[in-house]
Protein backbone atom coordinates (compact mmCIF):
# COMPACT_ATOMS: atom_id res chain seq x y z
CA UNK A 1 0.00 0.00 0.00
CA UNK A 2 1.05 3.30 -0.63
CA UNK A 3 2.52 6.05 1.74
CA UNK A 4 0.36 9.38 1.33
CA UNK A 5 3.46 11.40 -0.40
CA UNK A 6 3.52 8.18 -2.43
CA UNK A 7 0.09 8.59 -3.18
CA UNK A 8 0.16 12.14 -3.94
CA UNK A 9 3.10 11.77 -6.29
CA UNK A 10 1.73 9.33 -8.54
CA UNK A 11 -1.46 11.38 -8.69
CA UNK A 12 0.29 14.10 -9.51
CA UNK A 13 2.10 12.72 -11.99
CA UNK A 14 -1.15 10.54 -13.66
CA UNK A 15 -2.58 14.41 -14.23
CA UNK A 16 0.94 15.15 -15.82
CA UNK A 17 0.65 12.36 -18.50
CA UNK A 18 0.18 13.55 -21.74
CA UNK A 19 -3.28 14.60 -23.20
CA UNK A 20 -2.40 13.30 -26.46
CA UNK A 21 -2.72 9.40 -27.69
CA UNK A 22 0.18 8.18 -28.79
CA UNK A 23 0.38 8.54 -32.41
CA UNK A 24 2.58 10.43 -35.34
CA UNK A 25 1.21 14.16 -35.85
CA UNK A 26 1.75 13.33 -39.74
CA UNK A 27 -0.96 10.87 -40.12
CA UNK A 28 -3.92 12.95 -38.20
CA UNK A 29 -5.64 13.49 -41.61
CA UNK A 30 -8.31 16.47 -42.43
CA UNK A 31 -10.11 16.51 -45.87
CA UNK A 32 -9.54 19.93 -48.04
CA UNK A 33 -12.99 22.04 -48.57
CA UNK A 34 -13.52 24.82 -50.76
CA UNK A 35 -14.25 27.66 -49.31
CA UNK A 36 -15.86 30.22 -51.87
CA UNK A 37 -15.13 33.93 -50.11
CA UNK A 38 -11.42 33.56 -49.78
CA UNK A 39 -10.94 31.84 -53.20
CA UNK A 40 -12.65 35.01 -54.40
CA UNK A 41 -10.49 36.74 -52.52
CA UNK A 42 -7.66 35.46 -54.62
CA UNK A 43 -9.61 35.09 -58.14
CA UNK A 44 -10.33 39.01 -57.79
CA UNK A 45 -6.62 39.52 -58.42
CA UNK A 46 -5.70 38.01 -61.37
CA UNK A 47 -5.90 41.30 -63.59
CA UNK A 48 -3.55 42.66 -60.88
CA UNK A 49 -1.53 40.00 -61.29
CA UNK A 50 -0.89 39.81 -64.82
CA UNK A 51 -0.55 43.42 -64.81
CA UNK A 52 2.25 43.55 -62.51
CA UNK A 53 3.96 41.01 -63.70
CA UNK A 54 3.70 42.43 -67.51
CA UNK A 55 4.66 45.93 -65.82
CA UNK A 56 7.88 44.23 -63.99
CA UNK A 57 9.08 43.06 -67.14
CA UNK A 58 9.46 46.65 -68.35
CA UNK A 59 10.83 47.71 -65.29
CA UNK A 60 13.54 45.62 -64.89
CA UNK A 61 14.46 46.45 -68.30
CA UNK A 62 17.49 48.39 -68.85
CA UNK A 63 16.33 52.17 -68.75
CA UNK A 64 12.67 50.91 -68.20
CA UNK A 65 12.62 50.38 -72.01
CA UNK A 66 11.73 47.09 -74.03
CA UNK A 67 11.16 46.36 -77.67
CA UNK A 68 7.54 45.60 -78.07
CA UNK A 69 8.53 42.28 -79.70
CA UNK A 70 10.76 41.27 -76.92
CA UNK A 71 7.77 42.02 -74.48
CA UNK A 72 5.09 40.39 -76.56
CA UNK A 73 7.09 36.82 -76.85
CA UNK A 74 7.71 37.17 -72.84
CA UNK A 75 3.41 35.85 -72.98
CA UNK A 76 3.81 32.51 -71.56
CA UNK A 77 6.58 33.81 -69.15
CA UNK A 78 4.57 35.76 -67.10
CA UNK A 79 1.27 33.90 -67.89
CA UNK A 80 -0.84 36.34 -69.45
CA UNK A 81 -3.85 35.04 -70.76
CA UNK A 82 -4.59 37.07 -74.22
CA UNK A 83 -2.07 38.55 -76.46
CA UNK A 84 0.02 41.33 -74.76
CA UNK A 85 -1.28 44.21 -77.53
CA UNK A 86 -4.90 42.93 -76.29
CA UNK A 87 -4.38 43.21 -73.04
CA UNK A 88 -2.64 46.44 -73.58
CA UNK A 89 -5.36 48.17 -75.44
CA UNK A 90 -8.02 47.18 -72.37
CA UNK A 91 -5.50 48.90 -69.37
CA UNK A 92 -3.51 51.48 -71.62
CA UNK A 93 -2.68 53.42 -68.64
CA UNK A 94 0.17 50.85 -67.88
CA UNK A 95 2.85 51.34 -70.35
CA UNK A 96 3.17 53.22 -73.67
CA UNK A 97 4.08 52.27 -76.70
CA UNK A 98 6.19 54.16 -79.50
CA UNK A 99 4.90 53.92 -83.36
CA UNK A 100 6.62 51.37 -85.70
CA UNK A 101 8.59 50.35 -87.16
CA UNK A 102 10.45 49.71 -84.15
CA UNK A 103 7.93 49.78 -81.38
CA UNK A 104 9.19 50.23 -77.70
CA UNK A 105 7.18 49.62 -74.79
CA UNK A 106 8.30 52.57 -71.82
CA UNK A 107 6.11 53.32 -68.33
CA UNK A 108 3.01 55.44 -69.09
CA UNK A 109 3.16 58.64 -67.90
CA UNK A 110 0.38 57.23 -64.73
CA UNK A 111 2.73 54.47 -64.31
CA UNK A 112 5.53 57.25 -63.70
CA UNK A 113 2.99 59.01 -60.74
CA UNK A 114 2.55 55.42 -59.35
CA UNK A 115 6.34 54.71 -58.83
CA UNK A 116 6.90 58.21 -57.55
CA UNK A 117 3.99 57.24 -55.17
CA UNK A 118 5.47 53.73 -53.97
CA UNK A 119 8.76 55.53 -53.44
CA UNK A 120 6.97 58.13 -51.11
CA UNK A 121 4.90 55.27 -48.97
CA UNK A 122 7.84 53.09 -49.00
CA UNK A 123 10.00 56.08 -47.44
CA UNK A 124 6.98 56.99 -44.90
CA UNK A 125 6.72 53.47 -43.62
CA UNK A 126 10.36 52.81 -43.32
CA UNK A 127 10.60 51.99 -39.78
CA UNK A 128 7.52 49.91 -40.01
CA UNK A 129 9.35 47.69 -43.13
CA UNK A 130 12.77 47.54 -41.16
CA UNK A 131 11.02 45.72 -37.87
CA UNK A 132 9.20 43.71 -40.05
CA UNK A 133 12.60 42.70 -41.79
CA UNK A 134 13.87 42.84 -38.75
CA UNK A 135 11.37 40.13 -37.23
CA UNK A 136 11.80 37.87 -39.93
CA UNK A 137 15.79 37.43 -39.42
CA UNK A 138 15.10 37.05 -35.36
CA UNK A 139 12.39 34.07 -36.38
CA UNK A 140 15.38 32.42 -38.04
CA UNK A 141 17.86 30.22 -36.19
CA UNK A 142 20.73 31.76 -37.31
CA UNK A 143 19.12 34.80 -37.20
CA UNK A 144 20.15 35.48 -40.94
CA UNK A 145 18.67 35.02 -44.43
CA UNK A 146 19.42 34.36 -47.88
CA UNK A 147 19.19 38.08 -49.69
CA UNK A 148 17.83 35.44 -52.95
CA UNK A 149 14.91 34.22 -50.46
CA UNK A 150 13.90 37.88 -48.77
CA UNK A 151 14.02 39.03 -52.36
CA UNK A 152 11.80 36.30 -53.98
CA UNK A 153 9.10 37.11 -51.41
CA UNK A 154 9.94 40.96 -50.72
CA UNK A 155 6.49 42.15 -52.43
CA UNK A 156 4.77 39.83 -50.27
CA UNK A 157 6.09 41.25 -47.10
CA UNK A 158 5.77 44.53 -48.79
CA UNK A 159 9.57 45.45 -48.86
CA UNK A 160 10.53 47.78 -51.68
CA UNK A 161 12.74 46.19 -54.90
CA UNK A 162 15.59 47.95 -53.77
CA UNK A 163 15.83 47.27 -49.91
CA UNK A 164 19.14 46.39 -50.34
CA UNK A 165 19.56 50.04 -50.71
CA UNK A 166 16.84 52.32 -49.47
CA UNK A 167 16.02 50.67 -46.31
CA UNK A 168 19.18 48.38 -44.78
CA UNK A 169 22.12 50.89 -44.60
CA UNK A 170 19.40 52.90 -43.18
CA UNK A 171 19.45 50.36 -40.06
CA UNK A 172 23.21 49.44 -39.57
CA UNK A 173 21.56 49.00 -35.63
CA UNK A 174 19.59 45.96 -37.02
CA UNK A 175 21.20 44.95 -40.16
CA UNK A 176 24.34 43.62 -41.61
CA UNK A 177 25.22 42.74 -45.26
CA UNK A 178 27.59 39.93 -45.92
CA UNK A 179 28.87 38.67 -49.10
CA UNK A 180 27.89 40.29 -52.96
CA UNK A 181 24.34 40.12 -53.62
CA UNK A 182 24.64 41.61 -56.84
CA UNK A 183 23.22 43.83 -59.11
CA UNK A 184 19.78 41.55 -59.26
CA UNK A 185 19.90 40.00 -55.33
CA UNK A 186 21.02 37.11 -56.89
CA UNK A 187 24.02 36.73 -55.91
CA UNK A 188 26.10 34.66 -52.38
CA UNK A 189 24.83 37.33 -50.03
CA UNK A 190 23.39 37.12 -46.47
CA UNK A 191 21.38 39.63 -44.37
CA UNK A 192 22.12 39.28 -40.56
CA UNK A 193 20.35 40.62 -37.38
CA UNK A 194 23.08 42.46 -35.70
CA UNK A 195 21.49 43.21 -32.44
CA UNK A 196 18.38 41.27 -30.38
CA UNK A 197 14.90 43.50 -30.03
CA UNK A 198 12.85 42.20 -26.91
CA UNK A 199 9.84 44.68 -28.17
CA UNK A 200 10.43 42.94 -32.18
CA UNK A 201 10.30 39.54 -30.64
CA UNK A 202 6.43 39.75 -29.84
CA UNK A 203 3.94 37.65 -32.20
CA UNK A 204 1.06 38.54 -32.95
CA UNK A 205 -0.52 36.25 -30.80
CA UNK A 206 1.58 37.46 -28.04
CA UNK A 207 0.57 41.32 -28.54
CA UNK A 208 -3.07 40.74 -28.89
CA UNK A 209 -2.78 38.93 -25.66
CA UNK A 210 -0.91 41.98 -23.90
CA UNK A 211 -3.71 44.10 -25.87
CA UNK A 212 -6.67 42.60 -24.06
CA UNK A 213 -4.68 42.45 -21.22
CA UNK A 214 -4.52 46.37 -21.30
CA UNK A 215 -8.32 46.24 -22.05
CA UNK A 216 -9.50 43.97 -19.28
CA UNK A 217 -6.45 43.87 -16.29
CA UNK A 218 -6.20 40.36 -17.09
CA UNK A 219 -3.94 38.77 -19.42
CA UNK A 220 -5.28 35.86 -21.59
CA UNK A 221 -3.28 33.04 -22.51
CA UNK A 222 -1.69 33.52 -25.39
CA UNK A 223 -2.45 30.74 -28.09
CA UNK A 224 -4.39 30.43 -31.50
CA UNK A 225 -8.03 31.77 -33.11
CA UNK A 226 -9.92 28.97 -34.15
CA UNK A 227 -12.39 29.67 -36.89
CA UNK A 228 -13.96 27.39 -38.45
CA UNK A 229 -15.94 27.94 -41.71
CA UNK A 230 -19.57 27.11 -41.83
CA UNK A 231 -20.84 23.88 -42.48
CA UNK A 232 -17.17 22.45 -42.04
CA UNK A 233 -16.81 19.65 -39.15
CA UNK A 234 -14.16 17.76 -37.65
CA UNK A 235 -14.40 14.07 -36.61
CA UNK A 236 -14.80 13.26 -33.02
CA UNK A 237 -10.57 11.67 -32.78
CA UNK A 238 -9.44 14.81 -34.55
CA UNK A 239 -11.46 17.42 -32.21
CA UNK A 240 -10.32 15.69 -29.07
CA UNK A 241 -6.74 16.09 -30.36
CA UNK A 242 -7.20 19.56 -31.79
CA UNK A 243 -8.70 20.54 -28.24
CA UNK A 244 -5.80 19.16 -26.09
CA UNK A 245 -3.29 20.25 -28.77
CA UNK A 246 -4.80 23.87 -27.98
CA UNK A 247 -3.87 23.32 -23.92
CA UNK A 248 -0.76 23.18 -24.51
CA UNK A 249 1.51 26.22 -23.82
CA UNK A 250 1.80 28.54 -26.48
CA UNK A 251 5.53 28.43 -28.37
CA UNK A 252 6.62 31.49 -29.33
CA UNK A 253 8.31 31.83 -32.86
CA UNK A 254 11.02 33.88 -31.49
CA UNK A 255 11.98 31.03 -29.14
CA UNK A 256 14.73 28.57 -29.41
CA UNK A 257 13.10 25.04 -30.68
CA UNK A 258 16.37 23.08 -30.42
CA UNK A 259 15.00 20.99 -28.07
CA UNK A 260 11.59 20.07 -29.42
CA UNK A 261 11.01 16.62 -30.76
CA UNK A 262 10.06 16.92 -34.23
CA UNK A 263 7.09 14.73 -34.17
CA UNK A 264 5.93 15.99 -30.75
CA UNK A 265 3.02 18.30 -30.47
CA UNK A 266 4.74 21.14 -28.99
CA UNK A 267 6.65 20.77 -32.56
CA UNK A 268 3.56 21.26 -33.88
CA UNK A 269 2.55 24.23 -31.40
CA UNK A 270 5.59 25.78 -32.73
CA UNK A 271 5.32 25.38 -36.20
CA UNK A 272 1.66 26.45 -36.58
CA UNK A 273 2.96 29.80 -34.22
CA UNK A 274 5.97 30.12 -37.04
CA UNK A 275 3.21 29.79 -40.08
CA UNK A 276 0.79 32.36 -38.22
CA UNK A 277 3.70 34.74 -37.70
CA UNK A 278 5.11 34.97 -41.09
CA UNK A 279 1.28 35.06 -42.68
CA UNK A 280 0.40 38.17 -40.08
CA UNK A 281 3.55 39.57 -41.49
CA UNK A 282 2.56 39.44 -44.98
CA UNK A 283 0.44 42.76 -46.30
CA UNK A 284 -2.40 40.60 -47.24
CA UNK A 285 -2.16 38.10 -44.83
CA UNK A 286 -1.78 34.95 -47.42
CA UNK A 287 1.47 33.60 -49.18
CA UNK A 288 2.46 31.38 -51.95
CA UNK A 289 3.23 27.72 -49.97
CA UNK A 290 6.40 27.57 -52.70
CA UNK A 291 7.50 30.64 -51.33
CA UNK A 292 7.48 29.84 -47.64
CA UNK A 293 8.72 26.18 -48.80
CA UNK A 294 11.71 28.88 -49.35
CA UNK A 295 12.84 29.62 -45.68
CA UNK A 296 11.96 25.80 -44.61
CA UNK A 297 15.66 25.63 -43.63
CA UNK A 298 16.29 28.90 -41.54
CA UNK A 299 12.95 28.54 -39.91
CA UNK A 300 13.11 25.18 -39.10
CA UNK A 301 9.95 24.12 -40.80
CA UNK A 302 9.79 20.37 -41.46
CA UNK A 303 9.70 18.86 -45.25
CA UNK A 304 5.89 18.28 -45.01
CA UNK A 305 5.10 21.65 -43.40
CA UNK A 306 2.16 22.40 -46.24
CA UNK A 307 0.18 19.80 -44.41
CA UNK A 308 -0.05 21.22 -41.24
CA UNK A 309 -2.25 24.01 -43.05
CA UNK A 310 -4.59 21.57 -43.92
CA UNK A 311 -4.63 20.02 -40.27
CA UNK A 312 -5.62 23.05 -38.62
CA UNK A 313 -8.60 24.48 -41.36
CA UNK A 314 -9.68 26.60 -38.13
CA UNK A 315 -6.17 28.94 -38.54
CA UNK A 316 -5.22 28.31 -42.39
CA UNK A 317 -6.92 27.53 -45.34
CA UNK A 318 -5.06 26.34 -48.71
CA UNK A 319 -6.37 28.23 -51.81
CA UNK A 320 -6.06 25.90 -55.02
CA UNK A 321 -7.02 29.41 -57.10
CA UNK A 322 -4.16 31.34 -59.36
CA UNK A 323 -2.55 28.04 -60.11
CA UNK A 324 -0.75 27.65 -57.16
CA UNK A 325 -1.30 26.83 -53.33
CA UNK A 326 -2.27 29.77 -51.42
CA UNK A 327 -1.83 29.65 -47.91
CA UNK A 328 -4.49 32.11 -46.11
CA UNK A 329 -4.88 33.22 -42.40
CA UNK A 330 -8.50 32.52 -41.82
CA UNK A 331 -8.57 35.23 -39.01
CA UNK A 332 -7.43 38.09 -41.18
CA UNK A 333 -10.56 37.90 -43.72
CA UNK A 334 -13.69 38.16 -43.17
CA UNK A 335 -17.12 36.20 -44.17
CA UNK A 336 -16.78 38.04 -47.27
CA UNK A 337 -13.23 37.19 -48.21
CA UNK A 338 -12.39 40.61 -47.27
CA UNK A 339 -9.39 41.66 -44.93
CA UNK A 340 -10.27 42.70 -41.40
CA UNK A 341 -6.89 44.75 -40.60
CA UNK A 342 -5.17 46.95 -43.15
CA UNK A 343 -1.47 46.62 -43.85
CA UNK A 344 -0.32 50.42 -44.17
CA UNK A 345 1.26 48.59 -47.68
CA UNK A 346 -2.04 47.86 -48.58
CA UNK A 347 -2.09 51.53 -50.16
CA UNK A 348 0.54 50.79 -52.87
CA UNK A 349 -1.88 47.55 -54.42
CA UNK A 350 -5.07 49.48 -53.82
CA UNK A 351 -3.34 53.28 -56.18
CA UNK A 352 -2.24 50.16 -58.96
CA UNK A 353 -5.81 49.06 -59.34
CA UNK A 354 -6.85 52.18 -59.59
CA UNK A 355 -4.71 53.48 -62.14
CA UNK A 356 -5.63 50.04 -63.85
CA UNK A 357 -9.18 50.89 -63.79
CA UNK A 358 -8.94 54.63 -64.66
CA UNK A 359 -7.21 53.00 -67.91
CA UNK A 360 -9.66 50.10 -68.43
CA UNK A 361 -12.85 52.58 -68.65
CA UNK A 362 -11.46 54.76 -71.34
CA UNK A 363 -11.42 51.20 -72.69
CA UNK A 364 -14.83 50.46 -72.34
CA UNK A 365 -15.58 54.03 -73.23
CA UNK A 366 -13.32 53.62 -76.94
CA UNK A 367 -15.27 50.34 -77.15
CA UNK A 368 -18.56 52.21 -76.79
CA UNK A 369 -18.40 54.45 -79.05
CA UNK A 370 -16.63 52.45 -81.89
CA UNK A 371 -19.56 50.08 -81.42
CA UNK A 372 -22.12 53.36 -82.10
CA UNK A 373 -19.78 54.42 -85.03
CA UNK A 374 -20.59 50.68 -86.40
CA UNK A 375 -23.91 51.14 -85.62
CA UNK A 376 -24.19 54.30 -87.76
CA UNK A 377 -21.97 52.43 -90.80
CA UNK A 378 -24.91 49.64 -90.30
CA UNK A 379 -27.32 52.36 -90.80
CA UNK A 380 -26.05 53.89 -93.94
CA UNK A 381 -25.13 50.77 -95.39
CA UNK A 382 -28.88 49.45 -94.90
CA UNK A 383 -30.34 52.75 -96.44
CA UNK A 384 -27.54 53.40 -99.67
CA UNK A 385 -26.74 49.68 -99.90
CA UNK A 386 -23.22 50.27 -99.43
CA UNK A 387 -20.48 48.19 -97.39
CA UNK A 388 -20.27 47.74 -94.03
CA UNK A 389 -17.15 49.38 -92.02
CA UNK A 390 -15.10 46.10 -92.09
CA UNK A 391 -12.67 46.93 -90.45
CA UNK A 392 -14.32 48.36 -87.10
CA UNK A 393 -16.62 45.37 -87.27
CA UNK A 394 -13.71 43.06 -87.37
CA UNK A 395 -12.08 44.86 -84.65
CA UNK A 396 -15.09 44.73 -82.14
CA UNK A 397 -15.17 40.50 -83.20
CA UNK A 398 -11.77 40.41 -82.37
CA UNK A 399 -12.31 42.09 -79.21
CA UNK A 400 -15.29 39.90 -78.14
CA UNK A 401 -13.42 36.79 -78.86
CA UNK A 402 -10.72 37.23 -76.20
CA UNK A 403 -12.79 38.55 -73.80
CA UNK A 404 -14.67 35.31 -74.25
CA UNK A 405 -11.63 33.36 -74.01
CA UNK A 406 -9.92 34.55 -71.32
CA UNK A 407 -11.97 33.75 -68.25
CA UNK A 408 -10.71 32.41 -65.24
CA UNK A 409 -7.03 32.01 -66.00
CA UNK A 410 -6.76 30.05 -62.29
CA UNK A 411 -6.64 26.31 -62.46
CA UNK A 412 -7.95 23.96 -59.54
CA UNK A 413 -5.42 21.11 -58.93
CA UNK A 414 -6.91 18.15 -57.44
CA UNK A 415 -5.64 18.60 -53.58
CA UNK A 416 -3.42 16.00 -52.56
CA UNK A 417 -3.25 15.63 -49.31
Known sequence: MLRPAAAAAACGARRLLPLFPVRCISS?????????ALDAAIVRDR??????RLVREVLLSPGQRLLFRYLTKRRERIRLPVLVP??????????????????????????LAF???ASRLHELNAPFLASRLAKLLMISSSRSLPVTKIASAKRDFGLPDDFLVSLVPRYPHLFRLVGDPGPDASGNAFLELVSWDDQLAKSVIELRADKEADAVGIRPRPNFAVKLPKGFYLKKEMREWVRDWLELPYVSPYAAASGLHPSSPEAEKRLIGVLHEVLSLTV?????????????????LSNGFANAFTRH?????????????????REAYDENGELVDRDPMMELKERFVAMMDEGHKEYLEDLRRNREALQKARENAARKDGK???????QLEEEGRSEASEGDDDTDDVYAQ
Open 388 to 394: VAVEIED
Open 28 to 36: LKVPWRRDP
Open 86 to 111: TFLRRYPTLLSVSPPPSPIASPSPQL
Open 115 to 117: LAF
Open 313 to 329: PGIFYVSLKGGIKTAVL
Open 47 to 52: HFRHAY
Open 284 to 300: ERRMAIPIIGKFCEEYR
